[in-house]
Structure formats: structure tokens, C-alpha cells
């Protein structure tokens, strides 16, 4: 099994995110935990990291990962692979963000779970890779 974490899920992680109710940082962290002490891979795309660029510096997204570099996969987005994301994205009418659908493309070739909180995931994009919440696949 592989795992290939949404932008978010990283966000959550990083930021210690809490939403009101769920501490989404605390699951981000745990399942990240439990990921580097069975030695679970988790894909990280070119895709993902240019997103976090948005938020963070590349030294703090670097340093994040390099706490998990045993498990991480680095995987660069192909140009068929975009092509791809992108008749999926107009097969949908554009409602989805094109990137989100290139990570679902992404974890697909991949073979692997994409791990979000992002519902249109879940409404839109189940058709083409299994999705998960960080906090449903815990298993401590």
C-alpha cells in the first residue's frame, strides 16, 4: 500500500490546522507517524510541492521532509499524465480545481490511496482513485 497526500493533508501538518472541531493536525501527524514506523510510502508530486511553495519556503518544505525521507517517493507529473488530468477536468465541466484532479491522476499511476479532506475529492474524483481521510485510516 501507497499513499499520496493532498495538499492539504501537508498543509494540515505543517500548520497544526484545526478546524473548530477535529484537531486535523493531530491526524495529519498520526497517520504520518504511523506511516514512517511501518514504512509505508508516501508519494510526494511535483504537483504537491509547487502548491506548498505557495504557503511555505522550500527550506521549511524540504525540512518537513526530510523528517519522512525514508518514506517519501518524489514523483514528477509526465505530460501524458497532465493530458490526462486535463480531459478529466473538462469531462467534469472545469468545477475542480485542475490541480486536484492531477493529483487524483497522479495517485492513480501511482497506485495508490489519495489522502484529502477536500469533498469534491470524495463527491467527483472516486471514479478514477480510492480517497481517504487521514483520520479513517489511522490504525492505532
Known amino acids: ?10 498543509r494540515d501538518f505543517f500548520e497544526d490546522r484545526f478546524d473548530g472541531l477535529k484537531p486535523l493536525g493531530e491526524f495529519a501527524f498520526r497517520f504520518l507517524k504511523q506511516c514512517k514506523e511501518r514504512k509505508i510510502p508516501i ?6 510541492v509547487f502548491e506548498l511553495r ?8 524540504d525540512e518537513v521532509f526530510s523528517h519522512f525521507g525514508n518514506i ?10 497532465f493530458s490526462e488530468a486535463n480531459k478529466e477536468w473538462v ?6 480545481p485542475f490541480d ?3 493529483h487524483a491522476v497522479l495517485a492513480k499511476h501511482h497506485k495508490s490511496v489519495l489522502v484529502t ?3 469534491h475529492f470524495f463527491d467527483f474524483l472516486t471514479s478514477i ?4 481521510k487521514p483520520e479513517d485510516i489511522i490504525l492505532d
Not at 500500500?1 to 501537508?10: A, E, G, H
Not at 505557495?54 to 518544505?61: C, D, G, N
Not at 469531462?91 to 475542480?96: A, D, Q, T, V, Y
Not at 482513485?129 to 481517504?132: C, G, K, R, Y
Request: glycine share 2%.
Open 72 to 81: 517519501i517517493v518524489n514523483v514528477f507529473a509526465t505530460p501524458q499524465q
Open 1 to 10: 500500500m501507497k499513499f499520496y497526500l493532498d495538499t492539504c493533508i501537508w
Open 117 to 119: 479532506r477536500d469533498s
Open 100 to 102: 486536484d484532479v492531477l
Open 43 to 48: 508519494i510526494v508530486s511535483d504537483a504537491v
Open 129 to 132: 482513485v480510492e480517497v481517504e
Open 54 to 61: 505557495h504557503y511555505f519556503s522550500q527550506e521549511r518544505v
Open 91 to 96: 469531462k467534469r465541466g472545469k468545477k475542480l
